[in-house]
């Protein structure tokens, strides 16, 4: 059974840096072959942050590329964010989510169940 | 980046009922679509991929179709359970837009 799950701090000062985890079980990290992050602030609609692949290829939303760094440990079947410089505004849900790697349609097929980070002081 | 736009932003419908929610994009996508199904406070899940695929798994009362900028997301017959907020998604290019979202709720 595939899961996902996201850990990390639930409250980040302003200018700090979000950290976030995902530790990947029921399947190699391997196994697909992109690795994705979605943010939902409250109330809101879906954004997309960026996608890694098992070998550390990168794709990024350009509103945020400048802010953010994926990264992949296979030794530990994870993968992690990090988004400098917050502000209020980065205030959300955050998901990690497995892209079905064998479809040309690229969709996610498994979401982590998500983590709330604050932005406060 | 490519604009994914879902109309209505939200309708009201009875169980039993037949819904259609439709996404427009700014620039042909082929069949790079895929349809999300996201209840509160849960993580989205997938309800169609390739404009036109079910996910495993998937009531066969959900279909899509569509291709290049038009694309629909029918619901044959409401069940209550589907009371929910849809989301379109592109996987042409990046970034991978969604649209804003399409909430069904209970008439």
């Known amino acids: 059974q595939v899961q996902l799950q996201e850990s990390g701090p639930g409250l980040v000062k302003p200018s700090g840096t979000l950290s976030l985890t995902c530790v990947v079980s029921g399947v190699s990290i391997y196994s697909s072959n992109w690795w994705s992050w979605v943010r939902q602030p409250p109330g809101k609609g879906l954004e997309w942050i960026g996608e890694?692949?098992?070998?550390?290829?990168?794709n990024f939303n350009p509103s945020l590329k400048s802010r953010v760094t994926l990264s992949v440990d296979t030794s530990k079947n994870q993968f992690s964010l990090n988004l400098r410089s917050v502000t209020a505004a980065d205030t959300a849900m955050y998901y990690c989510?497995?892209?079905?790697?064998?479809?040309?349609?690229?969709?996610?097929?498994?979401w982590g169940q998500g983590t709330l980070v604050t932005v406060s002081s | 980046d490519i604009q994914m736009t879902q109309s209505p932003s939200s309708l009201s419908a009875s169980v039993g009922d037949r819904v259609t929610i439709t996404c427009r994009a700014s620039q042909s996508i082929s069949s790079y679509l895929n349809w999300y199904q996201q209840k509160p406070g849960k993580a989205p899940k997938l309800l169609i991929y390739?404009?036109?695929s079910l996910q495993s798994g998937v009531p066969s009362g959900f279909s899509g179709s569509g291709s290049g900028t038009d694309f629909t997301l029918t619901i044959s017959s409401l069940q209550p359970e589907d009371f929910a907020t849809y989301y379109c998604?592109?996987?042409?290019?990046?970034?991978?837009?969604f649209g804003q979202g399409t909430k069904v709720e209970i008439k």
């Open positions: 890694i692949s098992h070998s550390g290829d990168t």
């Open positions: 390739g404009a036109s």
């Open positions: 989510a497995k892209i079905r790697g064998d479809i040309a349609a690229r969709p996610v097929d498994y």
């Open positions: 998604q592109q996987s042409y290019s990046t970034p991978r837009t």
